[in-house]
């Protein structure tokens, strides 16, 4: 039986002719913008996010499925589907897809947007569960673990770790040199009270909350296990990972 993505047709909305409403989900991966694109796409009133601009697979499975050629005409499409009534699309976005958007103009494109920023404060926590999803190609609760060892490996971890922080230091020149306001949530406080933090995200966006949507999506569960614990002590032990 296969597994539904978010991006599969199944979760299109009705057509909107437009969007007026722009937001993005300033991001790095295992993060938990998964977690909280989620929960954003559920109040039915803040689009359906998601990693639309991942040039690694989902903009070339989508781009295929709305049958387009162009950056420009796959804009209009994705919009098409995924804004919500009320006028609202948006996105989530790592670094490397931002310069994506960057280099083809789309981001000029999405003008005017705001930004919601989220940070999480376990580097080594990130890279550990980095490196266990580039081996498995488990992203989310959604996708069965593949049948793939998994190896500690602190080359891989530390590569994981590095490619981290040039993400991060990445939002953090954008922001800078644009000048931009963007709301900043911390991952750890969305864990622990996400509701709280959904909905001050909400009235901090300003967008219309009519109409609302009831939507919907598949539980996401904590990915993290004994096995991550375990990696994050060696690691932290072991003398050739990199130093904080």
Not at 22 to 29: D, G, K, L, Q
Not at 65 to 77: C, H, W
Not at 121 to 140: C, D, F, K, M, Y
Not at 186 to 201: G, R
Request: with cysteine.
């Amino acid at each position: 039986m296969k597994t539904l993505q978010l991006t599969d047709p199944e979760y299109d909305l009705d057509p909107q002719e437009s969007s007026s409403f722009t937001y993005i989900i300033a991001s790095t991966p295992r993060c938990g913008s998964s977690y909280l694109s989620k929960h954003l796409w559920e109040t039915g009133i803040l689009g359906c996010p998601a990693e639309y601009f991942n040039f690694n697979k989902l903009l070339f499975r989508l781009t295929a499925r709305f049958g387009v050629e162009t950056p420009i005409d796959y804009l209009k499409a994705l919009k098409r589907v995924r804004t919500t009534p009320n006028g609202v699309f948006g996105v989530k976005v790592h670094f490397d897809h931002l310069q994506f958007l960057s280099i083809s103009g789309l981001l000029q494109q999405l003008s005017p947007v705001k930004f919601v920023r989220l940070i999480r404060n376990e580097p080594i926590s990130e890279a550990v569960s980095l490196s266990r999803a580039l081996q498995t190609g488990a992203w989310h609760s959604q996708i069965s673990e593949a049948d793939k060892p998994e190896v500690y490996r602190v080359s891989h971890i530390n590569w994981c770790f590095q490619h981290l922080r040039l993400q991060k230091q990445g939002w953090d020149q954008f922001f800078e040199s644009h000048k931009l306001p963007h709301m900043t949530v911390k991952y750890e406080t969305l864990v622990a009270d996400t509701p709280a933090v959904i909905a001050a995200i909400t009235q901090n966006l300003g967008f219309p909350t009519t109409p609302k949507l009831t939507v919907s999506l598949p539980e996401m569960n904590k990915q993290s296990n004994s096995l991550n614990q375990e990696w994050i002590e060696r690691y932290e032990q072991d003398p050739q990972r990199v130093q904080t």
